[in-house]
């Protein structure tokens, strides 16, 4: 049996910076994080990722700089061993009142549907409060890691959270890993 795991993509996956990922050269990946993605999936984890990507909406770049970004992304995790098996991406800005855009929990029951699986116990790891807050909206596990806005938004988490916590990507596989088994 397989088990879905979701991840969100700036500040988990690769480097996030204030003023967005526009290019494909911009796309640097955190140490350890293609690793760890292969790791999880060699044992047989579907990836998801869930990102929210308005720098469509400002104008920053366009859907065919995007998929260029996501092709160079699939290709390094695919050198590394791993495999992202499906991308949700939210192109709306803040203010266009879509249900996609995390916090609301569009996009992660779009990748559940795509991989016909229940959100109920599957991992979201991410940096940001949106990210925390899409996992309790969809009934995923929130996990928040430090990395990009995470060292941040660990400060703003409150107990009504529930939000397990690691250093980065690569810890949260290695925790991951231990403590579950795929059939």
Not at 54 to 79: C, F, Q
Request: glycine share 10%; with cysteine.
């Amino acid at each position: 049996m397989k088990r879905l795991i979701i991840l969100d993509r700036d500040g988990v996956m690769n480097i996030d910076t204030d003023d967005y990922v526009r290019r494909p050269d911009e796309w640097r990946p955190i140490p350890g994080s293609l690793e760890a993605v292969a790791a999880l999936t060699r044992v047989g984890h579907d990836i998801g990722v869930a990102t929210n990507q308005s720098g469509i909406a400002r104008g920053y770049y366009d859907e065919d700089t995007l998929d260029a970004i996501h092709d160079k992304m699939h290709r390094m995790i695919e050198e590394a061993g791993g495999h992202i098996g499906f991308i949700a991406y939210c192109p709306h800005g803040p203010d266009d009142g879509c249900d996609c855009r995390k916090p609301q929990p569009g996009l992660l029951l779009q990748i559940a549907d795509h991989f016909d699986a229940s959100l109920a116990g599957v991992p979201y790891v991410g940096d940001k409060l949106s990210d925390v807050e899409a996992a309790l909206a969809a009934g995923a596990r929130p996990i928040l890691v430090r990395t990009g806005y995470g060292a941040r938004t660990e400060a703003l988490l409150g107990p009504e959270h529930n939000v397990e916590i690691f250093d980065d990507l690569s810890q949260f596989a290695e925790s991951w890993l231990a403590q579950t088994e795929i059939d």
